[in-house]
């Protein structure tokens, strides 16, 4: 009969996603690639950052103000 699935396709239809979302869901699977995809994309900037995604370098020193700082 035509639109009615059999008992296979539908354990197939209804598997499926189920399987792809705890495929997807295994964070094991991924985790060394998303780490070396996002050093890629965001180097380190200094070499004493240890951080997993390479946070942000520190801020640079302010210089000091024109004038010499308006002391008297």
Known sequence: MLGIPSDFSMVLY???PV???WISNQAE???EYVIKR????YPPDDDR???VLGGPP???P???PP????RC
């Open 19 to 21: 399987a792809m979302f």
């Open 62 to 64: 302010r210089p000091p």
């Open 67 to 70: 004038g010499g700082g308006g």
């Open 29 to 31: 699977y991924f985790e």
């Open 49 to 51: 950052q240890v951080s």
């Open 58 to 60: 520190p801020p640079p």
């Open 38 to 41: 996002k050093r890629e994309i």
């Open 14 to 16: 209804l598997s499926f």
